[in-house]
C-alpha cells in the first residue's frame, strides 16, 4: 500500500521558515519522481517543486523565487522542502506526491500539512 506521510507544517509569521517533511512507503521511492503541491483554500492544487530521484537539480514553481528547497533521501525514503521568506500567500495545505506535478496532478499523494503565515 502507497503511503505517503507529511510533517512540519505550523503557524509563522511573515518572513518565518518552516521545515516539511514526507515519509513514503509501498512503492519504489528511489526511483520515482516525487513533487511537492499545495492547495490554498478555495483554489486549485499548485505545484511547488518536482524532486528527481537523481541529482538533477528540483525544479520549483516561478512563485518560489529562491525561497524553498527541496531534497530527498533515498535512504531514508523520505522528501523534504524547506521554506523559507514566508509570504501570506503561501498559506496552503502541502502535499508530497508521487508524480511529476509538471505532468500530472494524479498521482499519491498524503494528507498534507498545513502552513499557515499570518502577522
Keep these: 500500500?502507497?503511503?505517503?506521510?507529511?510533517?512540519?507544517?505550523?503557524l509563522v509569521?511573515?518572513?518565518?521558515?518552516?521545515?516539511?517533511s514526507c515519509a513514503a512507503s509501498?512503492?519504489?521511492?528511489?526511483?520515482?519522481?516525487?513533487?511537492?503541491?499545495?492547495?490554498?483554500?478555495?483554489e486549485?492544487?499548485?505545484?511547488?517543486?518536482?524532486?528527481?530521484?537523481?541529482?538533477?537539480s528540483?525544479?520549483?514553481?516561478?512563485?518560489v523565487k529562491g525561497r524553498f528547497t527541496a531534497s530527498r533521501d533515498n535512504t531514508e525514503k523520505?522528501?523534504?522542502l524547506q521554506l523559507s521568506s514566508l509570504k501570506l500567500e503561501d498559506t496552503a495545505?502541502?502535499?508530497?506526491?508521487?508524480s511529476d506535478c509538471r505532468q500530472s496532478m494524479r498521482g499519491h499523494r498524503g494528507q498534507g500539512t498545513q502552513v499557515a503565515v499570518f502577522p
Aim: aromatic letters at 18%.
Design 44 to 56: 486549485e492544487l499548485e505545484c511547488v517543486s518536482v524532486v528527481y530521484p537523481t541529482l538533477q
Design 13 to 20: 509569521q511573515p518572513g518565518g521558515a518552516l521545515n516539511l
Design 1 to 10: 500500500e502507497v503511503q505517503l506521510v507529511e510533517s512540519g507544517g505550523g
Design 78 to 80: 523520505a522528501l523534504y
Design 58 to 63: 528540483p525544479y520549483y514553481g516561478d512563485f
Design 93 to 98: 495545505m502541502y502535499y508530497c506526491m508521487w
Design 26 to 42: 509501498g512503492f519504489p521511492f528511489s526511483i520515482a519522481m516525487m513533487s511537492w503541491v499545495r492547495q490554498a483554500p478555495g
